[in-house]
DNA sequence: TCTCGTCCATAAATGCTTTCATAGAATACA
DNA sequence: TGTATTCTATGAAAGCATTTATGGACGAGA
């Protein structure tokens, strides 16, 4: 069933029939009835590929990030999906995994597919070695490419982060503030965005005069989901005879994994160990006590990036960067005066 | 730059360009490479929509899940998007929510973009109400489609699922072994396998010929994410008088709510509060101690949804049901014999 | 010389959108 | 009221970029 068919069962031309299908205004009404009621009948939907091939587009978005079952990255994708999918664009997802090659071909694909847009999920996408964010670039030239958490000077770039850097420091400015000295910087990842944390921490150190020690940056390579595997690292770095007591973490599971330690050495949280967290996700309020978290308003900024990747699309000038401030939510694992989350 | 591009500049005819593209047999190979030279130079793709409509297909799956933030979903998602990848397949991701016109819509939707096939993540497709499933029916008179995790029997609809009947069973009959008498199942919602799940439950009682009472069968109307809204729905129930010796959850992150639960009411867990929940998600980690979960292996019925995908869309023959065995993992919320998860 | 196989070009088919042309209706003007 | 002008509604046909069925040219083997 075509729109040959169609038109021949409703005595129209194809023009016709199409100009039914999309709603343009230059039909004659009983006509339009007399169409329709033709397309209700044999319960017609117009081929989405021969559609696509006339209309060089089929209205979908790529969407890639490196792990889409990472807790942060599935609820970006969800925002990203829902706001994409009011908008009348559908969702191609890829997970590209960690490694680069893997990212490019995943990149590679989407455009070959013809999507109408990439949005790159997750700041891994983007190095401190310009030259690896080459790929990012060629493809930019082809589609826009709106990239969350990440930044990246390009024509036909767009970004839409948090303050990551700004966040970190004021946490941790507000830990030393608090008293505490020596405070363990903890991630898991060389991303943009993990390296914007560490130097916001490094940053608060800094303006407080304090020495940035490099054994209280740790950096930890097991698993995203291995709490355990953090635990067990922490207590390592204390047999060595590392003191810290704080613990300012650059996602939840590295700070879960820091309370799990606290519990197992019988320190006191937060009396002798602040912990806090970053994304504010569910782990935070699954452990206990709840961690602390510095919440970096993933839904409004998915909001945001969609509304500037159909602006976009729709031809409208827009701005290459819009960054948010992140917010640290108090729970129970620090004890700060409130003043450390207002800027 | 398009096929007539390519044929030009190497002089050929398209078709034999097409016959490049497509590695058919029947070309010279210095013709193959003089052709391929040129299509390296200009970096020559084909346009996926031209090709979509000649082939009717574009390779393209459907997933279709109501929430892919939802840890199990997202797990989900990943493996199945990942499997399907690696066959050459790029996945479409739509969230319906759980309303049901919106499920029915996201289908209809999936179904014009031309998908090959669409998957159903999640049990909240099925339900009870027979009726309630005409438009997976319909759907399947078209597409083919695949459940995970739900039971329907339909002609083109493949189910793939763990026997959650038989693990929850297998669960609660260890538990009332243990001496547990008053097991409060815990559930929050109607979706196919939260019902197989409650008559498993049932089902143990019945066979150990204890009264199953309907105050011990507590729905938790509450966000999926509120594990302290959990923690007060317990309380509430706690100040009732309700008395329970354990808990069997449908979900972990109810389970995590009963221990959170537990520890504000001083109750010792195992001792005098076993909490079993339902995935080992990494919420059970998280938790202090750790959950003891039915594990319903996800990564292998991801896989082996997908692999009954490409089959049938290869035209093979293949069963319409693969079902698989759940197995409790035990970590700090009981201390049941071992044999609990063993058939 | 006939047959067969290999390699390739021509052309039809896929199902839409859209430009262009035009018939007829509606309006303007004398 | 008749003619010129504009609008409205529609059809014909030209894209869009592939795949593939058909058949022809050519060379090799019998």
């Given amino acids: 069933m075509n729109i040959y068919d169609i038109s021949k069962q409703a005595g129209v031309s194809i023009a016709t029939v ?49 792990d889409s079952s ?23 997802l890829t997970c590209s995994g960690y ?76 830990l030393i503030d608090s008293g505490v000295t020596d405070i363990l910087y903890l991630y898991n990842s060389h991303s943009y965005s993990g390296l914007r944390k560490l130097e916001g921490y490094q940053s608060a150190c800094h303006m407080r005069n304090i020495a940035v020690s490099g054994e209280l940056m740790q950096f930890y390579e097991g ?36 309370v799990k330690y606290a519990k197992l050495q019988g320190i006191d949280i937060p009396g002798d160990l602040a912990v806090i967290g970053y994304n504010n996700s569910l782990l935070t309020t699954c452990s206990d006590p709840e961690i602390s978290s510095i919440d970096n308003h993933l839904e409004t900024l998915c909001a945001q990036l969609v509304r500037t990747c159909i602006s976009v699309l729709n031809g409208e000038d827009m701005p290459p960067k819009v960054i948010y401030s992140g917010e640290l939510i108090q729970k129970g694992t620090t004890r700060l005066p409130v003043s450390g989350s207002q800027k």
Wanted: hydrophobic share 40%.
């Fill in 223 to 258: 698993s995203r989901e291995d709490i355990d595997g953090v635990c067990r690292f922490l207590c390592g770095l204390h047999e060595q005879g590392l003191s810290f007591h704080a613990v300012l973490a650059s996602e939840d599971m590295l700070a879960a994994g820091a």
């Fill in 18 to 66: 199409s100009r039914v299908l999309n709603g343009s205004p230059n039909v004659k009404p009983s006509t339009r009835r007399k169409v329709m009621e033709v397309i209700d009948r044999y319960g017609y939907t117009p081929n989405a590929f021969a559609r696509g091939l006339g209309l060089d587009t089929m209205n979908s978005i790529g969407i890639i990030c490196a």
């Fill in 70 to 92: 990472d807790l942060y990255l599935a609820k970006a994708v969800y925002y990203i999906e829902g706001n994409l999918r009011k908008n009348g664009y559908n969702c191609i």
């Fill in 99 to 174: 490694e680069h090659g893997d990212k490019e071909s995943a990149l590679t694909l989407m455009i070959n597919q013809r999507v109408d847009a990439v949005i790159l999920a997750g700041s891994n996408y983007i190095e401190t070695d310009t030259d690896r964010n080459l790929y990012i670039r060629n493809a930019a030239a082809q589609i826009p490419v709106f990239l969350l958490n990440a930044d990246m000077d390009c024509p036909n770039v767009f970004c839409t982060m948090c303050d990551d850097f700004k966040a970190t420091q004021e946490a941790a400015a507000a």
